[in-house]
């Protein structure tokens, strides 16, 4: 069992920049692979961004790359998402999620084993 709890969300003009923070609880944060997905009113949650267990490869929608970048900080049980170069269409409720199985895939938020409640991102255009 594994709490998560997402910070940072907020109103910001597009073009402007956010940082998200997860924080994990537990000793085991280091084991698993962790992502981000966000989800529109009226729209299927997407996957936005994964990050593996070490952090050497990350992962990213193609609708954010370049824009986004995940990385996670182990010693802290803590991953963020800063976002750079917002849009109106990146506007979602954006939540973290733990993966236990190294056999799952990142892209797939049913593979997920823990969530977070989500922090909501509005971008103003």
């Known amino acids: 069992q594994v709490q998560l709890v997402e910070s940072g969300g907020g109103l910001v003009q597009a073009g402007g920049s956010l940082r998200l923070s997860c924080a994990a609880s537990?000793?085991?944060?280091?084991?698993?692979?962790m992502g981000w997905f966000r989800q529109a009113p009226g729209k299927e949650r997407e996957f936005v961004a994964g990050?593996?267990?070490?952090?050497?490869?990350?992962y990213y929608a193609n609708s954010v790359k370049g824009r986004f970048t995940i990385s996670r900080d182990n010693a802290k049980n803590t991953v963020y998402l800063q976002m750079n170069s917002l849009k109106p269409e990146d506007t979602a409720v954006y939540s973290c999620?733990?993966?236990?199985?190294?056999?799952?895939?990142?892209?797939?938020?049913?593979?997920?084993?823990?969530w977070g409640q989500g922090t909501q991102v509005t971008v103003s255009s």
């Open positions: 990050i593996s267990r070490s952090g050497g490869s990350t």
């Open positions: 999620a733990a993966e236990r199985t190294a056999s799952g895939s990142i892209w797939n938020g049913h593979d997920y084993d823990y």
């Open positions: 537990g000793r085991t944060f280091s084991s698993y692979a």
